[in-house]
Nanobody
Framework: QVQLVESGGGLVQAGGSLTLSCAIS????????MRWYRQAPGKQRVVVAV???????NYADSVKGRFTISRDNAKNTVYLQMNSLKPEDTAVYYC?????????WGQGTQVTVSS
């Protein structure tokens, strides 16, 4: 089992920055990759950033160049640094851990970007 707890969401003006954190506990060694997803009101949950066990990252086109996913293995934490935020980035952001057997989700953290 893996437990994920997100934090760092909030209200920010367009052009501002936020850093989300995802604290990981449990069977950490079973995790192959970590993802950040987001779900805007009335829309499907979509992946925005991925980091695998080798440290390779990938981003959705909509956030490329603005968001950075990283991890601190000593703290068992994954981060999502979000810069140049836009109103369309408003969503609930979820942390996801993927192992060979299943995926795990955090409870989500709300990010609201005002224009």
């Amino acid at each position: 089992q893996v437990q994920l707890v997100e934090s760092g969401g909030g209200l920010v003006q367009a052009g501002g920055s936020l850093t989300l954190s995802c604290a990981i506990s449990g069977s950490i060694s079973s995790i192959d990759s970590m993802r950040w997803y987001r779900q805007a009101p009335g829309k499907q949950r979509v992946v925005v950033a991925v980091i695998n066990s080798g440290g390779r990252t990938n981003y959705a086109d909509s956030v490329k160049g603005r968001f950075t996913i990283s991890r601190d293995n000593a703290k068992n934490t994954v981060y999502l640094q979000m810069n140049s935020l836009k109103p369309e980035d408003t969503a609930v952001y979820y942390c996801n851990a993927l192992s060979s057997l299943r995926g795990y989700w955090g409870q989500g953290t709300q990010v609201t970007v005002s224009s």
